[in-house]
């Protein structure tokens, strides 16, 4: 198992570019999320799906976009980047069976990202 | 909703013992711990349920008080490998409303 899997590691966009991030995950894990985390603080949640064909806005998503077409992949768009976007952004997946706890989520290695 | 943590910060000398709060206005159904080492991903310690569970692996084991809302990480006799920011995360209800604390970065120098 590969776990979960980003790309790419690291990007340095110009201000009002776009970009994809890519995320994989090989656990058939339902819940997939993605974070963005400033220096020095905290996770603050982009967006989520419960799964296939089913996202939901978190904290933060202004200026992104999600789809999750399938299980396995759930891809984070960047439409006119800007530099307060600059931060480490983590996808992670976990399993939920409804009427029980969330399972532990699982990180990607995060895509270091640089808008200037 | 985001839960309270405390303190922010806590530096130790190997071996001392260290406590960290995670507090909630909400009710809450479950409370997550994660580390965090630095310019690495959040890795997994421990999920606890409500019901006052006390779960714990090596030196480090959590509680969750219910009543208060509240649960607590102990690390106890701390090692060098310790050091990281610690995360709590809370669930409101069933696979709802997660959202992470702000974290509570712990040194230990030798």
């Known amino acids: 198992n590969a776990g979960v899997t980003q790309t790419p590691k690291f990007r340095i966009l110009k201000i009002g570019q776009s970009m994809t991030l890519q995320c994989t995950q090989d656990m058939n894990h339902n819940y997939m999320y993605w974070y963005r985390q400033d220096p020095g603080m905290g996770l603050k949640l982009i967006y989520y799906s419960v799964g296939a064909g089913i996202t939901d806005k978190g904290e933060v998503p202004n200026g992104y976009n999600v789809s999750r077409s399938t299980t396995e992949d759930f891809p984070l768009r960047l439409e006119l980047a800007a530099p307060s976007q600059t931060s480490v952004y983590f996808c992670?997946?976990?399993?939920?069976?409804?009427?029980?706890?969330?399972?532990?989520?699982?990180f990607g290695p995060g895509t270091r990202l640089t808008v200037t | 909703q985001q839960p309270v943590q405390s303190p922010q910060a806590v530096i130790l000398r190997e071996g001392e013992d260290a406590v960290i709060n995670c507090s909630s206005s909400?009710?809450?159904?479950?409370v997550h711990w994660y580390r965090q080492k630095h310019g690495e991903a959040p890795v997994f310690l421990m999920i606890l349920l409500k019901g006052g569970e006390q779960k714990g692996h090596d030196k480090i084991s959590a509680s969750f008080n219910e009543k208060k809302q509240q649960s607590s990480l102990y690390l106890t006799a701390s090692q060098l490998s310790y050091s990281g920011t610690y995360f709590c995360?809370?669930?409101?209800?069933?696979?709802?409303?997660?959202?992470f604390g702000p974290g509570t970065r712990l040194s230990v120098l030798p």
């Open positions: 995360g809370t669930e409101i209800y069933y696979g709802q409303n997660f959202v």
């Open positions: 992670a997946s976990s399993s939920f069976i409804p009427g029980q706890a969330l399972y532990e989520q699982y």
């Open positions: 909400k009710a809450l159904y479950s």
